[in-house]
């Protein structure tokens, strides 16, 4: 399980691990929190009071300070995993919805032909339709693309990124989508 760390202007900065939001917390870095509660750790007894800390994480957190790198200039990694959610399973070239196993990353404009492994350059293929268009670009092999690429968001890298998002935090995110995402609906 992860915790959406945003800065304290709302920005997100990470997914983190339990153990790194306690220590923000213990830290009194946390400014602000959204969501639910998603863990609870009990620390030492206090030797004067007897009292035990207690430490409540939350699902999205606000951290004090300002980012040392502006997130609107950060191009989001490419990874097969990314890609094919961003295209969400369908081949660009057959329509057809597969399993990831059976889904390739396909440069639109081949290595063979100087193209680049960029978001720009790149859809999702079934092995069948990326082995029949070989190196060559769509329109040597007649086969038209079925949508365009494009390069995520910080918000939509965000989605992307974390196979495993809590619904306070996909509502959060999914919020500030811009409204040309694939990710909606």
């Known amino acids: 399980m992860k915790v959406l760390k945003l800065s304290a202007q709302g920005l997100p900065q990470a997914w983190i691990s339990l153990e790194q939001a306690v220590i923000h917390y213990a830290a009194s870095e946390v400014?602000?929190?959204?969501?639910?509660?998603?863990?609870?750790?009990?620390?030492?007894?206090?030797?004067?009071?007897?009292?035990?800390?207690?430490i409540t994480v939350n699902s999205i957190i606000g951290t004090r300070g300002v980012p040392a790198i502006n997130p609107f200039d950060l191009r989001p990694?490419?990874?097969?995993?990314?890609?094919?959610?961003?295209?969400?399973?369908?081949?660009?070239?057959?329509?057809?919805?597969?399993?990831?196993?059976?889904?390739?990353?396909?440069?639109?404009?081949?290595?063979?032909?100087?193209?680049?492994d960029l978001w720009m350059n790149v859809v999702t293929a079934c092995r069948a339709c990326n082995h029949r268009k070989s190196s060559r670009t769509p329109e040597q092999a007649?086969?038209?693309?079925?949508?365009a690429p494009?390069?995520?968001?910080?918000?939509?890298?965000?989605?992307?990124?974390?196979?495993?998002?809590?619904?306070?935090?996909?509502?959060?995110?999914?919020?500030?989508?811009?409204r040309s995402s694939r990710l909606h609906g």
């Open 142 to 147: 007649r086969m038209p693309l079925l949508y």
């Open 31 to 54: 400014r602000w929190e959204a969501g639910q509660d998603i863990a609870v750790f009990h620390g030492g007894h206090n030797a004067v009071t007897g009292d035990q800390s207690i």
């Open 77 to 116: 990694s490419l990874t097969n995993s990314k890609l094919f959610a961003r295209d969400r399973n369908v081949c660009a070239y057959c329509g057809g919805l597969f399993h990831e196993d059976e889904l390739t990353r396909e440069h639109i404009i081949p290595f063979a032909q100087k193209g680049q």
């Open 150 to 178: 494009y390069v995520p968001s910080l918000w939509e890298d965000f989605i992307l990124r974390n196979r495993r998002i809590l619904a306070d935090q996909m509502e959060f995110l999914m919020a500030h989508l811009p």
